[in-house]
């Protein structure tokens, strides 16, 4: 039986995931206001193609394009009563990548929906990501990762819902900016060490960050996250740099070799799983794999 994400990081592995699909997508052929999740059903070889592209770069892990797969997302598309359809098929397309040995990490992002603005409840949120976790467990996802997210009490919900319904190990990311005082913090305000005692409460197994930074400031972020507890099993997805605006372009402007040149520092501060977020590249990933197996 091949061994869990924390059996592995338990014996002192450190593991690379993938990179972003977004821009994959968009370059072939996604066009604005298209429903990228639905792709998992129209254009299946495309969505695999992407996954394999990681897989053969040399990642141990690959996500499902499912991270808009909520009930609450899909319905700005009309397809709020396809969310199982769509997100079972996204993991069942990287499971087809991924094959019997590597990971499959079933992406769900937030929802859109603020409870402190009243226009949800807790229970509605429940609901939504059971059904999104449920389908990618039956989809064939190792683990779930809920990423991306700015509150606390919604990335907590989540981590529950995914925990008391399926037996994957959990995954939760936060996603924080860097303020002039030097501090990091989500837009809801939530520092690295505040979120870790609340997910820890909530039963995620593996927490961390992921986009609005480029590598090197995810060393500081990991570094906050160990101060305050020297175990938990971090992840972290960082974007390629800091985005550029060149012309119309939005633009990663961190090289496969300039990420690769910190990420064994980004190791020795305490990531566990290390990977990319917007602008990475299967050229990211293997330049990863090359510096950190």
């Known amino acids: 039986m091949k061994p869990t994400l924390l059996q592995l990081i338990s014996k002192g592995k450190t593991l690379v995931s993938d990179g972003a699909w977004g821009t994959f ?41 499912s991270f808009g797969g909520s009930r609450f997302k899909l319905k700005g598309f009309g397809l709020e009563n396809r969310v199982y359809e769509i997100n ?10 991924a094959g019997d040995d590597k990971y499959v990490l079933g992406s769900i992002g937030p929802t859109g929906r603020m409870l402190i603005m009243g226009d949800v409840t807790e229970d509605e949120l429940y609901e ?19 990423e991306t997210m700015t509150a606390l009490d919604e990335a907590s919900i989540a981590v529950r819902a995914a925990r008391e319904n399926t037996p994957c190990e959990v995954i939760c990311t936060m996603t924080f900016d860097h303020l002039i005082s030097g501090d990091y913090r989500t837009m809801m305000g939530v520092s690295p060490s505040e979120m870790v005692e609340e997910l820890k409460i909530a039963g995620v197994h593996i ?87």
């Not at 079972?88 to 990548?97: D, G």
């Open 25 to 65: 997508l968009q370059a072939k052929g996604l066009q604005a206001g298209e429903c990228p999740e639905l792709w998992n059903i129209n254009h299946p070889e495309e969505v695999l193609d992407i996954a394999k592209g990681y897989i053969d770069a040399g990642a141990d892990t690959i996500e499902t394009n």
């Open 88 to 97: 079972r098929k996204a993991a069942e397309i990287s499971r087809q990548a």
């Open 128 to 146: 939504a990501f059971k059904e999104q976790a449920v389908a990618l467990y039956d989809g064939g996802a190792d683990a779930l990762v809920i």
């Open 207 to 293: 927490l961390g960050a992921n986009c609005s930074n480029g590598i090197e400031g995810m060393i500081t972020i990991t570094e906050e996250i160990r101060s305050v507890d020297r175990d938990i099993p971090i992840l972290i997805h960082a974007n390629a740099g800091l985005p550029v605006l060149q012309g119309t372009c939005t633009v990663f402007p961190e090289s496969p070799e300039m990420m690769a040149g910190f990420a064994p520092r980004l190791a020795k501060a305490g990531a566990n799983i290390i990977g990319g977020c917007c602008g990475t590249t299967p050229e990211h990933i293997q330049k990863l794999v090359e510096v950190l197996k």
